[in-house]
């Protein structure tokens, strides 16, 4: 139902009724308008326990969290199927004894733009590591991944050039490019011939074609073996953001381009710290002239505090343990190839998911508001994804697998999910 004020005077908003979707497109004759009704939508999903966004974590990311429940207003325990802390390191001892020791060294924050004195050595030693994984000549460390995304391309593409990406990119792909000025143009998702379409109608243009690694929504791979030739034979660069792939794909960990071999055909490499490192940042690699230009001209880097030094010491000790040890790897590869048998065996559309990134398509927009509730309601906690991270009518759950989870973890999580859809048909 789309929003009409008139039909909405004097009364109450029913949730049901509404989508997120109708509040993001909706225009009304006052900025704050779209709030005013939007306030009045979350009133009634909380009244019906539908609210399950933004509850405070009393715990960090294990496999097993502590949560403020709203709905019961209690703290209890859930199997936590949502964080990204895909080989736990957030919590690895020697992880936390760096952190602990470069507080007391550098203390709590940078302070300070890169440019000017928020460039500490932490940093700039995890710069170097960075290029090692990633086997590229430099790299860039951003504050989060986010910003990395909308610096490098706002800071890149100009009005008039063309950025054309596959339809599922990360927002953060998408906002850079809006606010470079550059005209957006999409392919299908992993489509080669649609993307040969759109490269060839975009002739003499400057064209940088951007792709996630692993599918951020859907956990599939960007079909870099077509993708490739097709930039280099229409001369487009190539973007690759392996934010969801770096340290689990590629034998060194660099990410989905080295798992296909094909690291030096990228000419811009993406990574969060946000994921698999159990930190926050982000960071590009590439050529380092190109670097040394992105350093001076994205704005979300010189315009925003650097990362702190005990985050970038933290990374640095993460990176140290991964290369000595990859039997945490080895261990969530175990795992997502057991959850993703699992939960085929029972019979759930997990669509074309490579990783452990894994989602379990529901359909409509009130089949997973019921949905999450019920699980949350028996202790599971997993990504619960609707507009606008994923189109209309595509509304998933989205569990993140970790090195960490017990096969009894996996077993019970199943056994939730099997249950709660029994229970709400589409
Ligand atoms: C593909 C992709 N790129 C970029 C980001 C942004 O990263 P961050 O959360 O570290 O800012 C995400 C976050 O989920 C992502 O999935």
Request: charged residues 25%.
């Given at each position: 139902m789309p929003l009409n004020k008139k039909d909405l005077k004097g009364q109450r908003i029913d949730c049901n009724d509404f989508s997120m979707a109708d509040f993001?497109?909706?225009?009304?004759?006052?900025?704050?308008?779209?709030?005013?009704?939007?306030?009045?939508?979350?009133a009634d999903a909380v009244k019906k326990k539908y609210m399950i966004y933004i509850q405070p974590m009393m715990s960090g990311p294990r496999t097993e969290l502590k949560v403020y429940d709203r709905n019961t207003r209690s703290?209890?325990?859930?199997?936590n199927f949502c964080?990204?802390?895909?080989?736990?390191?957030?919590?690895?001892?020697?992880?936390?004894?760096?952190?602990?020791?470069?507080?007391?060294?550098?203390?709590?924050?940078?302070?300070?733009?890169?440019l000017l004195s928020g460039y500490s050595e932490p940093i700039s030693r995890l710069e170097q590591e960075l290029s090692r994984l990633k086997g590229m000549d430099s790299s860039v460390v951003f504050p989060t991944g986010y910003s990395t995304n909308v610096?490098?391309?706002?800071?890149?593409?100009?009005?008039?050039?063309?950025?054309v990406l596959d339809?599922?990119?990360?927002?953060?792909?998408?906002d850079g490019v809006r606010l470079s000025g550059a005209d957006i143009k999409v392919f299908a998702h992993n489509n080669p011939s649609h993307l040969e379409r759109v490269l060839r109608k975009a002739g003499k243009k400057r064209v940088m074609v951007c792709v996630e690694g692993v599918y951020s929504m859907d956990g599939d791979l960007a079909n870099l073996p077509e993708i490739i030739p097709l930039c280099q034979k229409y001369g487009?660069?190539?973007?690759?953001?392996?934010?969801?792939?770096?340290?689990?794909?590629?034998?060194?960990?660099?990410?989905?381009?080295?798992?296909?071999?094909?690291?030096?055909?990228?000419?811009?490499?993406?990574?969060?710290?946000?994921?698999?490192?159990?930190?926050?940042?982000?960071?590009?690699?590439?050529?380092?002239?190109?670097?040394?230009?992105?350093?001076?001209?994205?704005?979300?880097?010189?315009?925003?505090?650097?990362m702190a030094p005990h985050t970038a010491a933290g990374i640095l000790k993460v990176l140290e343990i991964?290369?000595?040890?990859?039997?945490?790897?080895?261990?969530?590869?175990?795992?997502?190839?057991?959850?993703?048998?699992?939960?085929?065996?029972?019979?759930?559309?997990i669509g074309n998911t490579k990783s452990q990134v894994v989602p379990i398509?529901?359909?409509?927009?009130?089949?997973?508001?019921?949905?999450?509730?019920?699980?949350?309601?028996?202790?599971?906690?997993?990504g619960v994804v609707t507009y606008p991270a994923v189109s209309k009518n595509k509304t998933r759950l989205r569990l993140s697998v970790s090195s960490k989870h017990t096969t009894d973890q996996m077993d019970e999580c199943v056994h939730i999910l099997k249950q709660v859809f029994s229970e709400v048909k589409d």
């Amino acid at each position: 139902m789309p929003l009409n004020k008139k039909d909405l005077k004097g009364q109450r908003i029913d949730c049901n009724d509404f989508s997120m979707a109708d509040f993001a497109d909706y225009r009304g004759e006052d900025l704050f308008e779209a709030a005013d009704y939007f306030w009045e939508y979350v009133a009634d999903a909380v009244k019906k326990k539908y609210m399950i966004y933004i509850q405070p974590m009393m715990s960090g990311p294990r496999t097993e969290l502590k949560v403020y429940d709203r709905n019961t207003r209690s703290v209890r325990k859930f199997l936590n199927f949502c964080s990204y802390n895909y080989l736990g390191y957030s919590f690895h001892p020697e992880v936390i004894q760096t952190v602990k020791e470069t507080l007391d060294e550098f203390g709590t924050g940078a302070v300070s733009a890169p440019l000017l004195s928020g460039y500490s050595e932490p940093i700039s030693r995890l710069e170097q590591e960075l290029s090692r994984l990633k086997g590229m000549d430099s790299s860039v460390v951003f504050p989060t991944g986010y910003s990395t995304n909308v610096g490098i391309l706002s800071g890149l593409l100009k009005p008039g050039d063309v950025a054309v990406l596959d339809i599922l990119s990360h927002a953060s792909i998408y906002d850079g490019v809006r606010l470079s000025g550059a005209d957006i143009k999409v392919f299908a998702h992993n489509n080669p011939s649609h993307l040969e379409r759109v490269l060839r109608k975009a002739g003499k243009k400057r064209v940088m074609v951007c792709v996630e690694g692993v599918y951020s929504m859907d956990g599939d791979l960007a079909n870099l073996p077509e993708i490739i030739p097709l930039c280099q034979k229409y001369g487009a660069k190539l973007l690759v953001d392996e934010a969801h792939a770096t340290l689990v794909f590629g034998e060194n960990g660099g990410g989905v381009a080295e798992h296909f071999g094909a690291e030096n055909e990228v000419d811009i490499s993406i990574g969060t710290f946000s994921k698999s490192f159990g930190a926050i940042g982000g960071f590009a690699s590439g050529e380092e002239k190109l670097m040394t230009y992105l350093r001076m001209f994205s704005r979300s880097y010189v315009f925003s505090c650097a990362m702190a030094p005990h985050t970038a010491a933290g990374i640095l000790k993460v990176l140290e343990i991964f290369k000595k040890d990859p039997s945490e790897r080895d261990r969530l590869w175990d795992n997502t190839r057991i959850m993703h048998k699992k939960l085929k065996q029972a019979g759930f559309d997990i669509g074309n998911t490579k990783s452990q990134v894994v989602p379990i398509m529901v359909g409509s927009d009130l089949r997973l508001r019921e949905i999450s509730m019920r699980i949350q309601q028996r202790g599971l906690y997993t990504g619960v994804v609707t507009y606008p991270a994923v189109s209309k009518n595509k509304t998933r759950l989205r569990l993140s697998v970790s090195s960490k989870h017990t096969t009894d973890q996996m077993d019970e999580c199943v056994h939730i999910l099997k249950q709660v859809f029994s229970e709400v048909k589409d």
